[in-house]
């Protein structure tokens, strides 16, 4: 629910990142001394979970083999990047 109370559906894209903020225009508190509402914004804020059974270790174990870099391009880095285009001109 809102700030004003009526239940909000905000789509969630698919592989948003940790500290980024969706905006649900006209959702938010009624603007002081005016008309109209402000906007609803949220800030998404993923949890990494600390205690794993074996069973889920051994998920992510299998999920990290099958990785190829290109699904988390902003963690690459600077020299990530650097070395990517190194590798590019020696080929």
Known sequence: PGLD???H???IPAGIQSG???RQRGAGMPVLN???TGDLVV???VETP???SARQKELLCEFRETETGEECPASQGFFG???EMWDDLTE
Do not use: E, H, M, V
């Open 9 to 11: 559906d905000i789509a």
């Open 81 to 83: 990047r650097i070395k």
């Open 34 to 36: 005016g008309r109209g």
């Open 5 to 7: 109370g009526k239940k």
């Open 20 to 22: 980024k903020q969706l």
């Open 43 to 45: 800030q998404i804020d």
């Open 50 to 52: 600390t205690k794993l």
